[in-house]
């Protein structure tokens, strides 16, 4: 696999380039419809020497995913290094890559398209992803338990239970689903939040960011 790179050296800030231009042409057409030619052509390049950056036109694909599931990684990532407490930034991670999910399927449906496609084949990039939101909810719970917030035995395994309990939220053909369908997933986002809390060892309602509980019925 081709990992994003920063710029630095002359082949890494070549293959920004690369990428940046890819991702322009993966938001306007699609991945599935652009070429390493057209991305060749945008950078007045042979298709040869794309290929000296990166393997293959997966690669390329790839690693604009991997960009793009950063960028939901690094919100969750900066509410997890503010003052707030457990409590208060699990509940706003949760929320806040939900509502990134939703948005990305209004606001760049051809990119949402790229990660569904990512998700469904399981690329690496997919599951470095899945490692580092985990890693950043055991780095919480394990705050919370030293806070006496949470009463769980293993921080690990209670945050790749809090990461399987958000899949619905995070999902893209999950979300796209309700999305079509109209289904109201906030209150159901609320509702995921305040199980997860208890199951923390906290109660849903004590002290609990997410508002009060859910009326009867509601879906």
């Known amino acids: 696999m081709d990992y994003p790179v920063r710029p630095g050296t002359d082949t890494e800030r070549m293959r920004v380039r690369i990428l940046d231009v890819a991702e322009e042409h993966f938001r306007r057409i699609g991945h599935h419809k652009t070429s390493v030619a057209d991305i060749a052509s945008e950078l007045g390049m042979s298709r040869a020497n794309i290929y000296r950056f990166f393997s293959s036109k997966d690669a390329i694909s790839e690693s604009v995913c991997g960009r793009i599931v950063n960028d939901a990684a690094d919100v969750a990532l900066t509410i997890a290094r503010t003052s707030a407490s457990p409590l ?20 760049a449906k051809r990119i949402h398209d790229l990660i569904t496609a990512a998700v469904r084949e399981n690329w690496a990039a997919i599951k470095a992803h899945d490692e580092r939101m985990i890693a950043i909810f055991e780095a919480i719970i394990r705050e919370g338990m030293e806070a006496g917030a949470f009463e769980v035995e293993d921080a690990a395994e209670a945050a790749r239970a809090v990461n ?10 999950l979300i796209e689903h309700c999305v079509l369908h109209s289904e109201d997933t906030e209150v159901a986002l609320r509702e995921q939040i305040r199980f997860v809390l208890k199951a923390l060892g906290k109660s849903g309602n004590a002290g609990c960011p997410c508002g009060g509980p859910a009326k009867s019925g509601a879906a």
């Open 88 to 107: 208060e930034k699990l509940n706003r991670i949760l929320t806040a890559v939900h509502h990134h999910t939703k948005m990305q399927l209004t606001e």
């Open 164 to 173: 399987t309990a958000f899949i619905p939220f995070v999902h893209p053909s």
